[in-house]
């Protein structure tokens, strides 16, 4: 079985400033790590994903995040982040050889002017 | 169709009512998932479709939920006897891969939102 640890419910950033969104995971297996993002009234999207491979993984909307083992981590950065990336941001993983997704209880990302 | 679409958007029962709740996934994806999400929480898994056949039912809450597909593509999502504490959106997802595979990239739609009162 896996779990998620999303470690902030709520992250408030001011625009053009980075930010890190922090994901925790656990598992007995291997996983395939995944970010989504849903912004209000809509379905989740897919932001990246890391199935193997290189550890740095870039997405859409200028997000990347690294995938570490050792510390059963997949926190996603973004280096100067807009108003309009104002959202729910989730952590999501799945087994290899499994197809049940795993979600995190999400962050809020808030970015002011 | 372009992506998932799922009807109604929102939906208000009084307490003991049944509901049905319909999802119409991308054409052709052979995969089909509903996931419930609570207020403030993540989507948390329901039941999972591979064409036609219910491989995996586990999340379902109670005998209350039930899910088909009868033809493969079209999905709903029943809940009988509907209680407060089934307020919660409810999510459909759709892949085109066989569930497994690397490739397994969820789509989903804008969800229902279901209020019991």
């Known amino acids: 079985a896996q779990s998620v640890t999303q470690l902030d419910s709520q992250v408030p950033v001011f625009e053009e400033a980075p930010v890190e969104l922090r994901c925790n995971y656990s598992?007995?297996?291997?996983?395939?790590l995944f970010w989504y993002v849903q912004y209000p009234n809509q379905g989740l999207q897919l932001l990246l994903k890391?199935?193997?491979?290189?550890?740095l993984v870039k997405g859409i909307n200028g997000f990347e995040a690294e995938f570490n083992k050792s510390q059963t981590s997949f926190h996603l950065r973004k280096p100067s982040v807009h108003i309009s990336d104002t959202a729910e941001y989730f952590c999501?993983?799945?087994?290899?050889?499994?197809?049940?997704?795993?979600f995190g209880a999400g962050t809020r990302l808030f970015v002011k002017a | 169709g372009a992506g998932v679409s799922q009807s109604p958007r929102y939906k208000v029962a009084k307490r003991g009512q049944d509901v049905a709740l319909r999802c119409d996934p991308i054409?052709?994806?052979?995969?089909l998932f509903w996931y419930q999400q609570a207020l403030g929480q993540g989507p948390e898994f329901l039941t999972y479709?591979?064409?036609?056949?219910?491989?995996?039912k586990s999340g379902l809450p109670s005998d209350r939920f039930f899910a088909e597909r009868p033809e493969g593509s079209v999905s709903t999502l029943k809940i009988q006897r509907t209680q407060q504490e089934d307020s919660a959106v409810y999510l459909c997802?759709?892949?085109?891969?066989?569930?497994?595979?690397?490739?397994?990239?969820?789509?989903f739609g804008p969800g229902t939102r279901l209020l019991v009162l």
């Open positions: 997802a759709s892949s085109s891969g066989g569930g497994t595979s690397t490739e397994e990239t969820q789509y």
């Open positions: 598992s007995s297996v291997s996983v395939y």
């Open positions: 890391y199935l193997s491979g290189s550890t």
């Open positions: 999501a993983v799945r087994g290899t050889g499994g197809f049940k997704t795993i």
């Open positions: 054409s052709g994806h052979v995969s």
């Open positions: 479709f591979q064409n036609e056949a219910q491989l995996d």
